[in-house]
């Protein structure tokens, strides 16, 4: 395995991302170039040309100097380092020796779509158990998901990383399968996509599903245009990171195939204080932990349910999106 055979140190560092600096310099050349053209509207409309000209005169005119460097730490990445930064291993091919799933969800307050999820998944010839973890449900989330044949795990500190590490902590538990799946309970994954998921798990440690393909979601869900570029503007972030270690498309998904012995090495290094940005987090510290991560496209559907997580509106979305990337860039201490 790739994470043995790197130690799977806590001390694991990877090379300088200077393509990932290099995009975020670009991207605030470019905000600032725009923000110095848009003040147009408030300097004729507002007649506040004394106050603002110079203001849009500097912003437009020193826009460059975050894009030139940018253009130029994203070259010297792309066409010196990339050859030292990809992996020299040849495509990895380990299959499982127990296909069996055990199957982790997320809940909270979700009494109207629970027990459909959890029979959904346990119809599924793959999986051994399905295992719910309520978030301190005020609902009877609790008490559906038991009735529709659930292991229930109650988890009462509050917050989506919380919950996602507790389903993954009683998941590893059970010795039986050797591979994990960890999904939500709102019904907008369904099981027969754990099928797609288990024909890439003998190629890496983490299989994530992506919902980038337009022909698999449907029209209208929770995930709006915006929420849905903005997914996969940090997955190309955490892509530019680690440059040469994988394709990232949806760094906010939670639909994931885990192999078991990977997960139990990668537990003690999550932390599960991030809230509703901890699926970046995870991503950010497998790859970190010299994982094999490959993703694979899955069905997105319209959810069962009043959304409470990061998908409540844009806004919501955008404020978990840039605190995504604060993690990404800065560490994800700075956001517990």
């Known amino acids: ?18 393509l990932l600096y290099g995009v975020l310099f670009f991207c605030l050349g470019i905000a600032s170039f725009l923000l110095g053209v848009l003040l147009v509207f408030p300097r004729y409309l507002l007649d506040l040309h004394e106050l603002l000209d110079p203001v849009a005169e500097w912003l437009v005119w020193y826009s460059g100097v975050p894009i030139v460097l940018g253009l130029t730490l994203a070259g010297f990445d792309l066409l010196f380092l990339l050859g030292t930064k990809k ?3 040849p495509v990895r091919y380990e299959p499982v020796a127990n296909p ?10 979700d009494e109207e779509s629970i027990g459909p999820a959890v029979k959904d998944f346990l119809a599924h010839p793959r999986v051994a158990r399905v295992i719910v ?13 038991e009735a529709a044949g659930a292991i229930t795990f109650n988890e009462a500190a ?32 369904r ?30 869900t929770q995930l709006s245009t915006f929420m849905f570029y903005g997914n996969i503007f940090v997955g190309k972030l955490l892509e530019a990171k680690y440059l040469g270690r994988g394709t990232i498309t949806d760094a906010g998904t939670t639909y994931k195939l885990c192999r078991r012995e990977a997960l139990e090495r990668l537990l003690p290094h999550l932390n599960p204080a991030v809230n509703l940005e901890f699926n970046a987090h995870f991503l950010d510290t497998a790859l970190r932990k010299g994982l094999v991560l490959i993703e694979c496209p899955i069905t997105f559907h319209a959810r069962v349910g009043v959304s409470k997580g990061g998908n409540i509106n844009d806004l919501r979305g955008f404020i978990v999106g840039c605190r995504m990337i604060v993690g990404i860039v800065f560490g994800w201490r700075l956001l517990t």
Do not use: W
């Open 1 to 18: 395995m790739l994470g043995r055979r790197r130690g799977f140190d806590s001390s694991d560092v990877g090379p300088t991302p200077f």
């Open 87 to 89: 992996p020299n291993v």
């Open 100 to 109: 069996k799933v055990t199957v982790a969800l997320t809940a909270y307050d």
């Open 133 to 145: 973890v309520s978030n301190n449900s005020a609902d009877r989330t609790f008490e559906r998901a």
């Open 158 to 189: 509050p917050g989506y990383g919380r919950c996602v590490y507790r389903c993954l902590s009683e998941a590893v538990k059970f010795t039986d399968s050797d591979v994990i799946v960890l999904c939500e309970g709102d019904l907008t994954f």
């Open 191 to 220: 099981a027969f996509d754990i099928d797609k998921l288990a024909a890439y798990v003998a190629h890496a440690d983490i299989v994530n599903g992506t919902r980038t393909v337009e022909p698999l979601r449907q029209y209208i």
